[in-house]
């Protein structure tokens, strides 16, 4: 949810904290702060409310140097955005810290330290946590183990770390349900909640496990586990660099993104199928006798790709694979039954969202032959935890709406259709047909982003609408569902999708001619019953915008309509779902909001 960053060298570490930040702002854009121990000594903290920009206009108003410091980016969960609430918090002079996820125990610790003499100046739950560890820094003079035995206290999720002016070697860092990693360097290290934030400095990698705890220097790592054995954990090689975050010439992430999809979406498949064949090995050594086993899927997903997993339950159950498709956070907190021989499948393009890795955690004791993940990030915490991870190949993704995940995601989930038909009587023929689909698939979407101009034409009839309904049959309802929630995320039009065979059941009533209703109309069996739906929209006077297939023919009257040519019926939910990426885009646009950085969002919800 947050963003952290943290380094010790024997150079000046702003200019690599702001960078870092900067980077990291996708994860939340309420405040920033950072805290460095300066050459004298002392510990200076800065902190802004509002993005990374407006701390980086207080630095060069009032510079500071150091050689240790730690920063954050926040994203609000306890107190509202205020420089009283944001990061780094401190007690007196003895500790600086900075924290992402939820401590839900607060309450009480926050009573006790105050019983103590402890005087609070935020509504956070991270105060707490400098003010526990100054407590026990009273008694106890080494920081590694006050902060050992600090989260020892600590109820919920946390990813910490922690400076003190009397500790000039080292930082301490841990984490318990929120991502950590630390980058290597030569004689100088750091520390992030992302690699992305450290990719100009380093590509060597430590992840810690859940639990760690880790004390940080210039020439060295040292790292304990939950139990405070000292661990060793593997160094990892980013593959990815860090050209990615540039916009070119793109006015915004998210439209680069958007335009990246033929390329990333070529990338997911590379490998994977070759002259008509699904290439089954590229899944990992452990996938086909879990595929074997696998008689039902479970998938567990939040926003976005939940409705990834609800478009998968159509494909899955076309080829005889029962599968339900849950929101992690309902998922967790409730009963499940596992039918046997049931494989858990999660999807998240940071494989650290909060509900869905604790789901995955939750699941290892319900039954399930395994677990598998879809996921965009080879270090997140989804893909090392779950027994078959396949990888999206999006790359980073900066702009906090999914555009280019979405599509990978749903060219993954096409890919696992495949080898779970195979087990199902799929036969040589058709599998090759729809292989074929597949790698026409990146062309088909650069086709339609050809329609970027018409679709910004388009998107002003929606400049000065409240409310737009989005309509789909089949697994076209997932799209809608989709389509609607990039509408509302960006451009803040309260946007709502139905089943188009729905209509009559109630969301009819709110269609009048302020009211635009959006709908892809595929080339598909369900067609003529969409058609009909939409007779009954222009019968109460809503205004139809349209995205078709070139041979569907439309007799209504006042609709706009664009064509797509050339769609694949088993990847057309792919394809159907970009123009209402650029539909959203484009009407954000034209209402002048933040489209990379929405308001009250995250990138990354780490937290529950």
Same mark, same amino acid.
């Given at each position: 949810m947050c963003g952290i960053v943290g380094a010790i060298a024997q150079r000046n570490v702003v200019p690599i904290l702001m960078e870092g930040l900067q980077r990291l702002e996708y994860r939340g854009y309420d405040s920033a702060g950072l805290a460095v121990r300066l050459n004298d000594g002392g510990l200076e903290r800065i902190r802004a409310v509002g993005k990374v920009a407006r701390l980086r206009e207080l630095l060069a108003e009032r510079p500071i140097e150091g050689a240790l410091g730690i920063a954050h980016t926040r994203w609000a969960t306890h107190g509202m955005p205020a420089e009283r609430n944001?990061?780094?918090?401190?007690?007196?002079?003895?500790?600086?810290?900075?924290?992402?996820?939820?401590?839900?125990?607060?309450?009480e610790l926050r009573e006790e330290l105050k019983a103590h003499g402890y005087h609070f100046t935020s509504d956070t739950d991270t105060e707490v946590i400098a003010h526990l560890l100054a407590s026990i820094l009273e008694t106890e003079t080494d920081l590694l183990r006050a902060v050992q035995q600090a989260v020892k206290r600590l109820v919920g999720a946390y990813a910490l770390a922690v400076a003190s002016p009397q500790d000039p070697e080292r930082m301490v860092v841990a984490r318990a349900g929120s991502p950590l990693v630390i980058g290597l360097g030569l004689g100088e290290n750091f520390i992030a909640s992302d690699v992305f934030a450290l990719l100009p400095v380093t590509q060597r990698f430590v992840f810690l496990d859940e639990g760690d705890v880790a004390e940080v220097s210039r020439t060295g790592l040292c790292v304990y586990d939950a139990e405070g054995r000292p661990v060793e954990r593997p160094e990892r090689v980013s593959q990815l660099s860090a050209s990615t975050a540039d916009k070119g010439p793109y006015r915004h992430y998210m439209l680069k993104e958007i335009f990246e999809q033929p390329?990333?979406?070529?990338?997911?498949?590379?490998?994977?199928?070759?002259?008509?064949?699904?290439?089954?090995?590229?899944?990992?050594?452990?996938?086909?006798d879990l595929f074997d086993r696998t008689l039902g899927v479970h998938i567990i997903a939040c926003g976005t790709s939940y409705h990834a997993g609800m478009v998968a339950k159509y494909w899955l159950e076309e080829v005889g694979v029962p599968c339900a498709v849950e929101v992690a956070s309902e998922y967790r907190y409730r009963k499940v039954v596992v039918p046997p021989g049931t494989l858990f499948l999660s999807i998240s393009q940071s494989g650290e969202t909060a509900d869905t890795l604790a789901a995955l955690r939750g699941s290892r004791q319900m039954g399930y032959i395994g677990s598998m993940t879809i996921c965009n990030v080879p270090e997140s915490s989804l893909t090392r935890e779950s027994d078959v991870a396949l990888m999206t190949r999006a790359g980073p993704e900066i702009g906090v709406a999914s555009t280019k995940?979405?599509?990978?995601?749903?060219?993954?989930?096409?890919?696992?259709?495949?080898?779970?038909?195979?087990?199902?009587?799929?036969?040589?023929?058709?599998?090759?047909?729809?292989?074929?689909?597949?790698?026409?698939?990146?062309?088909?979407?650069?086709?339609?982003? /050809? *329609?970027?101009?018409?679709?910004? $034409?388009?998107? !002003? %009839?929606?400049?000065?609408?409240?409310? #737009? +309904?989005?309509?789909?049959?089949?697994?076209?309802?997932?799209?809608?569902?989709?389509?609607?929630?990039?509408?509302?995320?960006?451009?803040?039009?309260?946007?709502?999708?139905?089943?188009?065979? /729905? *209509?009559?059941?109630?969301?009819? $009533?709110?269609? !009048? %001619?302020?009211?635009?209703?959006?709908? #892809? +109309?595929?080339?598909?069996?369900?067609?003529?019953?969409?058609?009909?739906?939409?007779?009954?929209?222009?019968?109460?006077?809503?205004?139809?915008?349209?995205?078709?297939?070139?041979?569907?023919?439309?007799?209504?009257?006042?609709?706009?309509?664009?064509?797509?040519?050339?769609?694949?019926?088993?990847? #057309?939910?792919?394809?159907?779902?970009?123009?209402?990426?650029?539909?959203?885009?484009?009407?954000?646009?034209?209402?002048?909001?933040?489209?990379?950085?929405?308001?009250?969002?995250?990138?990354?919800?780490?937290?529950?």
């Open positions: 944001a990061h780094p918090h401190m007690s007196g002079e003895k500790v600086a810290i900075v924290h992402n996820g939820i401590i839900e125990n607060h309450v390329a990333v979406i070529a990338e997911t498949l590379e490998g994977r199928i070759h002259k008509g064949r699904l290439l089954e090995e590229s899944f990992g050594f452990e996938a086909k995940a979405f599509t990978t995601q749903l060219t993954a989930l096409r890919l696992l259709t495949l080898a779970l038909a195979r087990r199902r009587g799929l036969t040589r023929e058709r599998e090759e047909v729809l292989v074929n689909e597949l790698h026409a698939l990146p062309r088909q979407v650069e086709v339609v982003l /050809e *329609l970027n101009d018409a679709i910004s $034409a388009m998107a !002003d %009839a929606f400049a000065d609408r409240k409310d #737009a +309904l989005f309509l789909g049959r089949g697994c076209f309802y997932p799209i809608a569902l989709e389509g609607a929630l990039k509408m509302k995320e960006i451009s803040y039009i309260h946007a709502e999708a139905y089943p188009a065979g /729905e *209509l009559k059941h109630g969301p009819l $009533a709110l269609v !009048d %001619a302020e009211m635009p209703v959006v709908c #892809a +109309l595929p080339k598909d069996p369900l067609l003529d019953k969409v058609l009909s739906n939409l007779q009954e929209v222009r019968a109460r006077g809503g205004e139809l915008f349209l995205f078709s297939d070139k041979e569907v023919r439309i007799e209504l009257d006042r609709f706009q309509n664009l064509t797509l040519s050339d769609i694949h019926p088993s990847t #057309a939910p792919i394809t159907y779902s970009v123009p209402l990426q650029l539909l959203a885009y484009h009407v954000a646009v034209l209402k002048g909001t933040d489209v990379d950085q929405p308001r009250n969002l995250a990138k990354s919800v780490t937290v529950e």
